[in-house]
């Protein structure tokens, strides 16, 4: 049975130590400094959190995690996950087990996925990567991934959804039209290609700015931000072109092969189950 590994940050954390109270901790040392990192097993998935201090250190010290990637004008870009990615591999290598999919929380920025794509893959095995909400790993079919799409995705401008590319063979979409299709997750598409969808009350704006973050990762655009600091340029940038650049993101991410528009729709499958905590007719994909 091939292992999931499910990667937590944040308040995620604390709420894994409520619900799986044992873990393994170890201090790794990486180039990078020092960090903590626990791993919780849980049937046939592994949680993995790591941290600047201990699991047993107040809440308050460890809100400050992993170190901060910046762009060029010197602001805050998005989580380093090389600490993270040294730490697993020295305590716990994922290739041993034949991974084939990470889960990333939400409050993990696009350029970081990107970023730990290329350090996991390919030596680790790791094909595609989840989305998954903090607190609904636990809920998740072993071996599933939620997700949603709409059959005339690529007919649609990415005005009318909030999509985050989170690697080059998963696009994770929060918001917008189709989300009502849902199927078996055993229907999957065998192309590689899984849309995650997931419920998110984030303001449209914040998912544009992380679509920025996958293009300047990418090398597309070199600065995501100018003289406007709340609405970095690819922001503009896209609400203006839509579909045909949407459609140069899914050919830079590998999701698609030409960015012409006669490219075949996406489709995709997903199961539908309700978010802990939540509303019983509130899904993740809805």
Same mark, same amino acid.
């Given at each position: 049975?091939?292992?999931?590994?499910?990667?937590?940050?944040? %308040?995620? /954390?604390?709420? *894994?130590?409520?619900?799986?109270?044992?873990?393994?901790?170890?201090?790794?040392?990486?180039?990078?400094?020092?960090?903590?990192?626990?791993?919780? &097993?849980?049937?046939?998935?592994?949680?993995?959190?790591?941290?600047?201090?201990?699991?047993?250190?107040?809440?308050?010290?460890?809100?400050?995690?992993?170190?901060?990637?910046? &762009?060029?004008?010197?602001?805050?870009?998005?989580? &380093?996950?090389?600490?993270?990615?040294?730490?697993?591999?020295?305590?716990?290598?994922?290739?041993?087990?034949?991974?084939?999919?990470?889960? %990333?929380?939400?409050?993990?920025?696009?350029?970081?996925?990107? *970023?730990?794509?290329?350090?996991?893959? !390919?030596?680790?095995?790791?094909?595609? /990567?989840?989305?998954?909400?903090?607190?609904a790993e636990f809920h998740q079919p072993k071996g599933q991934v939620?997700?949603t799409c709409h059959h005339e995705l690529l007919d649609t401008t990415?005005?009318?959804?909030?999509?985050?590319?989170?690697?080059?063979?998963?696009?994770?979409?929060?918001?917008? !039209?189709?989300?009502?299709?849902?199927?078996?997750?055993?229907? *999957?598409?065998?192309?590689?290609?899984?849309?995650?969808?997931?419920? %998110?009350?984030?303001?449209?704006?914040?998912?544009?700015?992380?679509?920025?973050?996958?293009?300047?990762?990418?090398?597309?655009?070199?600065?995501? /931000?100018?003289?406007?600091?709340?609405?970095? %340029?690819?922001?503009?940038? =896209?609400?203006?072109?839509?579909?045909?650049?949407?459609?140069?993101? *899914?050919?830079?991410?590998?999701?698609?092969?030409?960015?012409? =528009?006669?490219?075949?729709?996406?489709?995709?499958?997903?199961?539908?189950?309700?978010? !802990?905590?939540?509303?019983?007719?509130?899904?993740?994909?809805?």
């Amino acid at each position: 049975m091939k292992r999931v590994f499910t990667i937590v940050t944040g %308040t995620g /954390f604390d709420q *894994l130590r409520e619900i799986l109270p044992s873990f393994e901790e170890q201090q790794v040392a990486t180039p990078f400094g020092d960090i903590y990192v626990q791993m919780f &097993d849980h049937g046939g998935n592994t949680f993995v959190h790591a941290n600047r201090h201990s699991a047993h250190a107040p809440l308050e010290q460890r809100l400050w995690r992993l170190p901060m990637c910046f &762009d060029r004008g010197g602001r805050e870009c998005f989580l &380093d996950p090389r600490p993270l990615v040294y730490a697993l591999e020295s305590f716990h290598p994922l290739h041993r087990f034949g991974t084939t999919a990470v889960g %990333t929380p939400q409050d993990l920025s696009v350029g970081s996925i990107a *970023l730990l794509e290329g350090h996991l893959t !390919p030596e680790f095995g790791i094909t595609s /990567f989840c989305g998954l909400h903090s607190g609904a790993e636990f809920h998740q079919p072993k071996g599933q991934v939620f997700c949603t799409c709409h059959h005339e995705l690529l007919d649609t401008t990415l005005a009318d959804y909030d999509c985050r590319v989170v690697s080059k063979n998963v696009l994770r979409i929060t918001r917008g !039209p189709g989300f009502e299709s849902h199927e078996d997750a055993d229907r *999957l598409r065998d192309d590689g290609i899984t849309i995650v969808g997931m419920h %998110t009350a984030l303001p449209e704006a914040y998912c544009w700015h992380e679509l920025g973050h996958l293009i300047t990762a990418a090398g597309v655009i070199t600065d995501s /931000f100018d003289e406007h600091p709340d609405q970095p %340029t690819i922001e503009r940038i =896209a609400k203006q072109q839509g579909q045909a650049l949407f459609r140069t993101f *899914l050919k830079v991410a590998g999701l698609i092969a030409s960015a012409d =528009a006669t490219t075949t729709p996406l489709s995709c499958s997903c199961p539908k189950f309700p978010v !802990p905590g939540l509303s019983d007719k509130l899904c993740l994909n809805e």
